[in-house]
């Protein structure tokens, strides 16, 4: 009779990747102490042995840990906070445990994609506004971590979306039905995280071809590519403003930003909708107390159909992935 075959111990990965044992704790329990070089040195050894720590390999043998971790950067923005309360409403009533993985830098989230699947720490993963690589969507895959994105796409794992040049589009067919003609935008355009997705860019893109396809212009000097702090929304509106020839319609590529352009405009004493017209993104709670008009993302919604996918492939692992694109909604008050 053969013998079975020896699962691989940690030595084997330290005398494959030629690092300490102490050093592969390291990569596996605290990332950030372990330069990215030496990380990627172990993972590789890892993935080549398949091996699994024993106290995951005892998890995986018991019975869930009824945890559900959020991989999320922004997590204090509010569409993050939304998002959130619609996965904790959820999962609250199937007696799940939340726990929120902040991200800050791309080593911080290969750091969590290396290690999460590995010490089963957590029974699925919900993924908020990050971008995956095919070996990182591999990894979860491989190791039975099942995994929803929001906001971004992998075909081996489930997703939840929208489209944000369909946004982009809908905010100009809204300003040119009321008879705007003259245009601007504010948004982050070239965030520096590359951790993270760039939404903005797509939107500007929908709002842009759109306006020309009806024969309009948005020229450069009326876009301001600002990051979404108060104090440099508030810039980017100021300088749009005091051109000598101000737009009459701009649209905000999230609400926050919005916010700060509708405050500007009132200390220049320029009265909304009559002399500027302002369309945000997201329909944050905040949007309807000021009845700012926007793009409805259905933000606890997301949320809520994450959790309740997750939930389900967690019960029934061969259920089919499951790649949802939610639709977008043009919310009209009062700022146009």
Known sequence: ????????????VAKLSGVSISTISRVLNATDKVNAETHKRV??????????PRAEARARAMQSTARIGVLTPFFTAPSFVQR????????SKANYELVIYPV????HLQGYISSIPLMR???GLIIMSLSLGDQDAQRLSNNGMETVLIEYSHPQLNSIVIDDQHGGQLVAEHFIKKGYKSFGFIGDIEPPEKFAIHPVKSRLTGFKQTLQEAGFSLP????????YTQKESRQAALELLSL?????????ASDIQALSLMKVARQLNINIPNNLAVVGFDDIDVAEHVDLTTIRQHLDESGRLAAEILLTRIGEHDRPLQHINLPLNLIERMTT
């Open 121 to 123: 720490n957590i029974d």
């Open 1 to 12: 009779m053969p013998s079975k075959k020896k699962s691989p111990t940690i030595y084997d």
């Open 220 to 227: 450069k000097a009326y876009i301001r590519s600002s990051p």
């Open 43 to 52: 993972m590789k050894a890892i993935d080549q042995l398949g091996f699994v």
């Open 104 to 107: 800050d830098s791309m080593a």
């Open 244 to 252: 000598p020839k101000p737009p009459t319609a701009i649209f905000a």
């Open 84 to 91: 959130l309360r619609g996965v904790a409403s959820t999962l």
